[in-house]
């Protein structure tokens, strides 16, 4: 199965920047859509961004033109660069894997913590 590790979590001031990072155990260039979610205390957890194989990307409403999702099919690696942070962008953010035919294939990393606050 594909295994999913998170990095870069942190604590940001309002309106700085982060990069989290997401490795896969495995080759997943050319089967996996990658995308970043999002959990805050007591809230559902949402998507943030998405990113297919081929490199086509979608963004929530609440991150356009400041987060940027990114994908090095070499490294079998995701990235997730937050720009202008928000305090309400405070949560824990997961990454996660779909297999881009067999969609019932979906794999999750540990989640890491990012806090934005003076």
């Known amino acids: 199965q594909v295994r999913l590790v998170e990095s870069g979590e942190g604590l940001v001031q309002p309106g700085g920047s982060l990069r989290l990072s997401c490795a896969a155990s495995g080759s997943i260039s050319s089967t996996y859509a990658m995308g970043w979610y999002r959990q805050a205390p007591g809230q559902e957890r949402d998507l943030v961004a998405r990113?297919?194989?081929?490199?086509?990307?979608n963004y929530a409403d609440s991150v356009k033109g400041r987060f940027t999702i990114s994908r090095d099919n070499a490294k079998n690696t995701a990235y997730l660069q937050m720009n202008s942070l928000k305090p309400e962008d405070s949560a824990v953010y997961y990454c996660?894997?779909?297999?881009?035919?067999?969609?019932?294939?979906?794999?999750w990393g540990q989640g890491t913590q990012v806090t934005v606050s003076s």
């Open positions: 996660n894997a779909v297999h881009g035919v067999f969609r019932s294939l979906i794999y």
């Open positions: 990113i297919t194989s081929d490199g086509s990307s």
